[in-house]
C-alpha cells in the first residue's frame, strides 16, 4: 500500500507525523509525495488559528478531488477540537482519528482496513504522553526533533491548544536517551529539543527532572551534537541556564522567547503569567551572558482588549529590546476560546495594520543582527542547496542561515564561513 502524509502546524506535529511514516513502512507500505496518487492519504491538521483549521479542511477537499478512491485518515489538533466541523466540511469517506490515536493510526488502516469513523477519546484526562518513536532519523535531513513533552496547562486565553493536546505530559528520560541513540548511531548533527509546552517538562514526573537537568545531560551524554531549543517561555529561562549555556559549546546559542505583548494590561486579559518589564529584564540579561546569542519571539496584534497605548508600549518595548527577530500576527477569534467570546476593541484591519507595523521593527531588529557579524567566523551546519541562487544554505549555531560558494558537497557538514555581505534578508560568506 502507498501512503502519503500531509503535516500542517508545530514541530510536535512534523515528529508525529515521521513516526507515523515509519510506523506505516514498518508493516510493509511505501511512503509516497503527497502530491502522488496514493492509496491512503493522512493529513495530520493544526487548529492554532482559525486559518490553520481552515487550511487543514482545504487539503482534505483537494486530496479527495485529486484522488477519489483513496482512504483519507485526518488526524491533528483540528480533528480533536472540531470533529463535527471537519465531517461537515470535507464530507463523508473520510477516517478521523484524535491526538492520542495516532501510534495506532498504522495499524487501524492496514491490518483493520479503517477508512472510516471518528476515534476521538477525551484526551483532557490522558496522563502519559503517547508512544511515538523514531527507528532512524528522518529522511534527507541533517537535524532532527526531539518530542519530549505534549499539553499544555496554560490556557491562554486566545489559545485552543489545551483543549486540543490535553493535560501536560512528560517522556521519560531512558526514552529521552533511547531516541538520542538512535540519532547518534545515524550520524545527526543537530537536534531540536521541543515539545508542545516545552518549559513545563518534567512537572509530572515523579523524578524531581525538569527541563534544564534534561538539556544538560543531553549536552553532556552527546557532545558531539549541537542542541537547539525551541520556543520557551520568560519564566521558564533562570539565570543558572543562561551562563550555563553561555559556556556550553554543543548548546545553541538561540533562544525563542514568546512575548506577544509588551502591555501588562493586555498580558493579564491573555492568562499570560509575566510581565514586559520581566521580559525586557531577561533579554538583556541574556545578551550580556551571550554577546552573539540569537534571541526571537512572539507578538499578537489586536487582542480584543488592545488599545492604541497598549500597542505602543509593545512597540517601544521591542524598539529597545536586544532581540534579533519577531514573528507578528493579527488577532483572529478562535471559536472555543475565553478570547473569542470578548467584545473586541481593535477591529481586524487595524490588527494586521499593527502587526506590519512590528514585522518592520522586526525587520530592522534581524537586519541589525545579521550586520554586528560581517568580518567574523561562525560554524554553519549545511543543510543543502538553495534554490534561487544554487549556492549552499545552513544555519550557524545562533539561526543565523548562511549562504556559501563551494565547489565541494558540503551537505551535512559543518564548516567555518567568514560572513562577508547582507543583502536583501540573505546573509553571504567564504569558506575560512
Avoid at 551571550?290 to 499578537?300: A, F
Amino acid at each position: 500500500m502507498q501512503v502519503a502524509v500531509y503535516t500542517l502546524g508545530c514541530k510536535v506535529n512534523q515528529f508525529e507525523s515521521w513516526a507515523i511514516e515509519q510506523a506505516f513502512q514498518r508493516l510493509g507500505c511505501s511512503i509516497v509525495p503527497w502530491k502522488e496518487t496514493a492509496d491512503l492519504y493522512l493529513v495530520n491538521t493544526c487548529a492554532v488559528t482559525s486559518k490553520a483549521a481552515y487550511q487543514s479542511r482545504q487539503i482534505i477537499r483537494r486530496l479527495k478531488r485529486q484522488n477519489p478512491e483513496a482512504r483519507i485518515i485526518a488526524t491533528g489538533c483540528h480533528v480533536q477540537t472540531d470533529a463535527s466541523i471537519v465531517l461537515e466540511s470535507v464530507g463523508p469517506g473520510v477516517c478521523l482519528a484524535g491526538n492520542e490515536q495516532k501510534p495506532h493510526i498504522p495499524e487501524l488502516a492496514v491490518q483493520h482496513q479503517g477508512c472510516t469513523g471518528i476515534y476521538v477519546s477525551d484526551i483532557s484526562k490522558v496522563k502519559t504522553i503517547s508512544a511515538l518513536f523514531l527507528d532512524r532519523p528522518p529522511r534527507q535531513r541533517t537535524r532532527a526533533y526531539l518530542r519530549i513533552q505534549d499539553g499544555c496547562n496554560a490556557f491562554c486565553s486566545y489559545c485552543i491548544v489545551p483543549y486540543a493536546r490535553g493535560p501536560s505530559r512528560s517522556l521519560a528520560p531512558e526514552l529521552i536517551f533511547e531516541q538520542m541513540d538512535v540519532f547518534e548511531s545515524a550520524a545527526i548533527k543537530e537536534v531540536v529539543v521541543t515539545g508542545i509546552h516545552v518549559g513545563h517538562y518534567g512537572r509530572d514526573l515523579k523524578n524531581n527532572r525538569d527541563l534544564f537537568s534534561i538539556i544538560k545531560e543531553l549536552c553532556s551524554r552527546y557532545p558531539n551534537i549541537y542542541f537547539r531549543l525551541s520556543s520557551i517561555e520568560p519564566t521558564e529561562i533562570s539565570p543558572e541556564f543562561i551562563q550555563w549555556a553561555a559556556s556550553t559549546k554543543n548548546f545553541c546559542q538561540h533562544f525563542h522567547i514568546s512575548l506577544q505583548s509588551g502591555s501588562d494590561r493586555v498580558l493579564a486579559a491573555m492568562n499570560r503569567a509575566y510581565t514586559g518589564a520581566l521580559f525586557q529584564e531577561l533579554v538583556t540579561f541574556i545578551k550580556e551572558y551571550i554577546p552573539g546569542c540569537c534571541i526571537g519571539t512572539d507578538v499578537m496584534t489586536g487582542f480584543p482588549t488592545e488599545k492604541e497605548s497598549d500597542f505602543e508600549k509593545t512597540a517601544t518595548l521591542l524598539k529597545l529590546s536586544p532581540v534579533s527577530y519577531v514573528h507578528a500576527f493579527p488577532y483572529s477569534p478562535r471559536p472555543g476560546t475565553v478570547a473569542a467570546a470578548m467584545d473586541r476593541s481593535c477591529p481586524a484591519r487595524e490588527a494586521k495594520k499593527r502587526a506590519a507595523i512590528i514585522r518592520q521593527i522586526g525587520h530592522q531588529k534581524r537586519q541589525a543582527f545579521f550586520e554586528s557579524f560581517l568580518g567574523k567566523r561562525l560554524e554553519v551546519l549545511i543543510e543543502g542547496r538553495d534554490k534561487s541562487t544554487g549556492l549552499f544554505t545552513g544555519h550557524a549555531p545562533n539561526y543565523i542561515p548562511v549562504l556559501v560558494q563551494s565547489s565541494q558537497d558540503l551537505k551535512n557538514k559543518r564548516v567555518l564561513v567568514e560572513i562577508c555581505e547582507t543583502k536583501n534578508g540573505q546573509v553571504i560568506g567564504k569558506l575560512s
